[in-house]
T-cell receptor
């Protein structure tokens, strides 16, 4: 079955600390992988995407993610978190020939000053 | 990427009534997608709206409850009919990039509360 798992519902980090949000997927074909951020009261914004090539992808706002096929993971990282990064983060998976994405349940990030 | 305007941004509605959500895109797109995000949960695809044809609904969603219009390549509406408190959610419209590789662009969402 196709699925996306974000094991951490809530994460709290101090401003300036590093961040890693986990995402594991199950998908029968070559996956397209995405990370979205949703700030309070806002829609979702695409942070970064992967569909082929270099397994380390850079996104907006200083985020990066690494695709590890052997682990079926696509973890999101940021070396130094800013207070404005407090939001909910969603991982999603899709594939070639489909516009239907499967979303994880999200990780809510809290940043301590 | 496309820019999507969605309205209303929020509404509080009485049970048994209907609400129509509008989604306007600044460019022509073949497919538009409607999602629901229930409190504390992830996004669930309601339906895919194609211009000139009936919308395609996902399992668990029916046209009588969520009628969709798609009169042209830049506009779509989703109606939430005969609302109950269980319909309280964020409703999002979105468009997809090329061949699914580009991800979705989302509207800012409609936060619906049914009382």
């Amino acid at each position: 079955a196709q699925s996306v798992t974000q094991p951490d519902i809530h994460i709290t980090v101090s401003e300036g600390a590093s961040l890693e949000l986990r995402c594991n997927y199950s998908y029968g074909a070559t996956p397209y992988l995405f990370w979205y951020v949703q700030s309070p009261g806002q829609g979702l914004q695409l942070l970064l995407k992967y569909f082929s090539g270099d397994t380390l992808v850079q996104g907006i706002k200083g985020f990066e993610a690494e695709f590890k096929r052997s682990q079926s993971s696509f973890n999101l990282r940021k070396p130094s978190v800013h207070w404005s990064d407090a939001a909910e983060y969603f991982c999603a998976v899709g594939g070639s020939g489909t516009y239907k994405y499967i979303f994880g349940t999200g990780t809510r990030l809290k940043v301590l000053a | 990427s496309a820019v999507i305007s969605q309205k209303p941004s929020r509404d509080i509605c009485q049970r048994g009534t209907s609400l129509t959500i509008q989604c306007q895109v600044d460019s022509q797109v073949t497919m538009m997608f409607w999602y629901r995000q229930q409190p504390g949960q992830s996004l669930t695809l309601i339906a895919t709206a194609n211009q000139g044809s009936e919308a395609t609904y996902e399992s668990g969603f029916v046209i009588d409850k969520f009628p969709i219009s798609r009169p042209n390549l830049t506009f779509s509406t989703l109606t939430v009919s005969n609302m109950s408190p269980e319909d309280s959610s964020i409703y999002l419209c979105s468009v997809a990039g090329l061949q699914g590789k580009e991800g979705y662009t989302f509207g800012s969402g409609t936060r619906l509360t049914v009382v």
